[in-house]
């Protein structure tokens, strides 16, 4: 699969207010709330380490808390925002070769900022499937995988809603990086629904509204084919706002109208991609009800100083989910034993077909 033109983060303008640099006393600031927070154990988050760290968030700085509620109850139209220059880990370990639980890493700079700035959006969630249901996860190239639609590879990775085959898929997800690419090529792409509606005939988007389209899972939550797929629309919910899940890979359509209207979507969505660089120390916060997601190709070496970026979901209503977790838990059953599988798709503004 080849490369997707974007356009880089810096040039596009109505971007550059939700992109915020920290100044050298906000980041003094963050850093000294992380300085006294406890050391974490990365397998168990439990719920007394979110309250705790949550506590602590009050005290980050006024600016950058102004940005995240506002975020979360109003998305800008390209449905990012990002924060350049948080606190970084000292002493950073050799990238995880298998992109699982670093053992060596010591120091939890990276994961404090990522639960700092996340629990405004909403509670932490995570997949017994994927990545060992850690709630914070490694995202590092993978020897063997280079071309795998995963987050493990190197070539392009396209398109793509996160989780959009789940019941219980992430409203948010963030992404921090502690190690760039050799060659500092490697870009994480988003493309909002918001800036492509208007340029979709309606003809189209009435196609995408319908449950018409099948959307099978990635190959790390272990399901067959066959096995599970849901059927669902693209578009939902406000018919001038509407929330999107695509996959650009995985999903296909059960008709050839609905092909055509696939088609369409990928070609505005491509044409409008947005490339991000993520530096150590650079948060990146995607809406995932409006934004997809791909990312550039890079040439990993496999060395231990390859691209390391680190990843936390969140869901808006964590209620919903309740009959997948455990009491306490933020980890939700595996896919093959979740009978919330059946999704119905009678929301308001889905168009049923007969
Ligand atoms: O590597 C990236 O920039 C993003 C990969 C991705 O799609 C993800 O982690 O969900
Ligand atoms: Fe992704």
Request: hydrophobic residues 35%; charged residues 25%.
């Given at each position: 699969?080849?490369?997707?033109p974007?356009?880089?983060?810096?040039?596009?303008?109505?971007l550059?207010?939700?992109?915020?640099?920290?100044?050298g006393e906000?980041?003094?600031t963050?850093?000294?709330?992380?300085?006294?927070?406890?050391p974490?154990?990365?397998?168990?988050?439990?719920?007394e380490?979110?309250?705790?760290?949550?506590?602590?968030?009050?005290?980050l700085?006024a600016?950058?808390?102004?940005h995240?509620?506002?975020?979360?109850?109003?998305?800008?139209?390209?449905?990012?925002?990002?924060?350049?220059?948080?606190?970084?880990?000292?002493?950073?370990?050799?990238?995880?070769e298998d992109?699982?639980?670093?053992?060596?890493?010591?120091?939890?700079?990276s994961e404090?900022?990522l639960?700092?700035?996340?629990?405004?959006?909403g509670e932490?969630?995570?997949?017994?499937?994927?990545?060992?249901?850690?709630?914070?996860?490694?995202?590092?190239?993978?020897?063997?995988?280079?071309?795998?639609?995963?987050?493990?590879?190197?070539?392009?990775l396209?398109?793509?809603t996160?989780?959009?085959?789940?019941?219980?898929?992430?409203?948010?997800?963030?992404?921090i990086?502690l190690?760039?690419?050799?060659?500092g090529?490697?870009?994480?792409?988003?493309a909002?629904?918001?800036?492509v509606?208007?340029?979709?005939?309606s003809?189209?988007?009435?196609?995408?509204?319908?449950?018409?389209?099948?959307?099978?899972?990635?190959?790390?939550f272990?399901?067959?084919?066959?096995?599970?797929s849901?059927?669902?629309?693209?578009?939902?919910?406000?018919?001038l706002?509407p929330q999107?899940?695509?996959?650009?890979s995985?999903m296909?359509?059960?008709?050839?109208?609905?092909?055509?209207?696939?088609d369409?979507l990928?070609?505005?969505?491509t044409?409008?991609?947005i490339?991000f660089h993520?530096?150590?120390?650079?948060l990146?916060?995607?809406d995932?009800?409006?934004?997809?997601?791909?990312?550039?190709?890079?040439?990993?070496?496999?060395?231990?100083k390859?691209?390391?970026?680190?990843?936390?979901f969140?869901?808006?209503?964590?209620?919903?989910?309740?009959?997948?977790?455990?009491?306490?838990?933020?980890?939700c059953?595996?896919?093959?034993?979740?009978?919330?599988r059946?999704?119905?798709?009678?929301?308001?503004?889905?168009i049923?077909?007969?």
């Amino acid at each position: 699969m080849t490369d997707q033109p974007y356009q880089n983060a810096e040039d596009v303008k109505g971007l550059q207010q939700h992109i915020m640099v920290l100044t050298g006393e906000e980041k003094r600031t963050v850093s000294q709330i992380i300085d006294r927070l406890p050391p974490l154990d990365i397998r168990r988050v439990d719920n007394e380490t979110l309250n705790c760290v949550q506590v602590a968030a009050q005290n980050l700085p006024a600016r950058l808390v102004k940005h995240l509620v506002r975020f979360r109850r109003e998305p800008n139209d390209y449905g990012v925002l990002m924060f350049r220059n948080l606190p970084t880990d000292t002493d950073l370990p050799p990238t995880p070769e298998d992109g699982g639980r670093s053992r060596e890493k010591s120091s939890f700079v990276s994961e404090y900022n990522l639960l700092l700035f996340l629990l405004f959006l909403g509670e932490p969630i995570a997949y017994e499937d994927e990545k060992q249901g850690l709630l914070i996860q490694n995202i590092c190239p993978v020897k063997g995988q280079e071309k795998r639609q995963e987050n493990t590879s190197s070539h392009y990775l396209n398109y793509h809603t996160e989780d959009g085959f789940h019941p219980h898929r992430p409203d948010h997800l963030a992404l921090i990086g502690l190690r760039s690419d050799h060659e500092g090529v490697a870009r994480t792409l988003t493309a909002s629904i918001r800036q492509v509606l208007h340029d979709i005939p309606s003809t189209a988007i009435s196609l995408l509204r319908q449950p018409l389209y099948r959307l099978f899972p990635s190959s790390s939550f272990n399901m067959g084919k066959d096995d599970y797929s849901v059927y669902l629309p693209v578009l939902s919910g406000s018919w001038l706002e509407p929330q999107m899940c695509v996959h650009f890979s995985s999903m296909t359509a059960t008709r050839r109208d609905a092909k055509w209207a696939l088609d369409t979507l990928r070609k505005a969505l491509t044409q409008v991609g947005i490339g991000f660089h993520i530096n150590p120390g650079d948060l990146l916060i995607i809406d995932n009800r409006l934004v997809a997601h791909a990312r550039s190709s890079f040439q990993p070496k496999y060395d231990g100083k390859d691209r390391w970026l680190q990843r936390i979901f969140t869901v808006v209503d964590f209620h919903q989910s309740s009959f997948s977790r455990g009491r306490g838990q933020h980890v939700c059953s595996p896919l093959y034993a979740d009978n919330t599988r059946k999704m119905v798709w009678d929301k308001p503004g889905v168009i049923q077909i007969d």
